[in-house]
């Protein structure tokens, strides 16, 4: 991984995958800086946490922009669901709207790399509003013309999460049962933690970083972000 001066601006970072993309940056054993954009305030502030905290998210892209050097790469977890904020319009304006404006200002900035934590079963052809708008953003991001795009799209989603989320919690139920049957081969294809998610997004932003990559689109499935968050973390540990 790099080794030195690295810094990367993250949103999103009190969700269910945003909080592990945070832990695992700010345990790296590099010298890395994490610039956090977040309505409040963290639950800690390491030396090399720099939050930006303002409940007007409209701010946030500005803020970006004021970052001076620009961040090696800007990472964004940022979502939000309908019940959270009363309506679909509401959630379009967070999870399309504010996720393009930031890509757009980290792209004026000078970002190199940018990242988005997506989802498997989106498409811009759904039928499904949620779905739909999921996958547009995807085909947004790719058009802002960032040398490296990558795009994080796993499966469901384990970890505790803050909010309710009944639906979601019920299969995540099933999954966890199936996955204490079998260890991992019932579940690997489908469901992926949120602990693996956050150290493969780190390790895929670190490669892009060190040049390790080729430039262009690079997207990751859920049976790559195993293989990063998990499988090849585990051999450099």
């Not at 058009?143 to 989603?157: A, C, D, R, S």
């Amino acid at each position: 991984m790099a080794d030195s001066g690295i810094s990367i601006a993250l949103v999103g970072c009190t969700g269910l995958v945003g909080s592990q993309i945070l832990s695992t940056l700010l345990s790296l054993p590099t010298n890395t800086t994490v610039h956090a954009l977040a309505r409040r305030a963290l639950p800690s502030e390491p030396s090399n946490l720099k939050p930006h905290i303002s409940t007007n998210t409209s701010t946030w892209p500005q803020s970006l922009r004021q970052l001076s050097p620009p961040p090696n790469a800007f990472i964004s977890a940022l979502g939000t669901t309908r019940g959270q904020v009363g309506s679909f319009e509401a959630q379009h304006a967070i999870d399309y709207d504010l996720n393009l404006a930031l890509a757009r200002a980290a792209k004026e900035s000078g970002v190199k790399v940018y990242i988005l934590i997506s989802s498997g079963a989106v498409s811009a052809t759904s039928m499904f509003p949620y779905s739909k708008m999921k996958g547009t953003l995807e085909i947004a991001i790719k058009e802002i013309g960032f040398p490296h795009t990558v795009i994080i799209k796993p499966g469901l989603l384990m970890g505790k999460r803050n909010d309710s989320r009944p639906p979601e919690a019920f299969v995540r139920g099933i999954a966890k049962g199936l996955g204490v049957i079998s260890k991992t081969w019932l579940t690997d294809w489908w469901v992926t933690d949120a602990d693996v998610i956050g150290r493969a997004t780190v390790r895929a932003a670190m490669q892009c970083i060190d040049g390790k990559r080729k430039e262009g689109v690079w997207q990751i499935g859920q049976s790559e972000i195993l293989k990063l968050g998990r499988t090849e973390w585990k051999d450099d540990t």
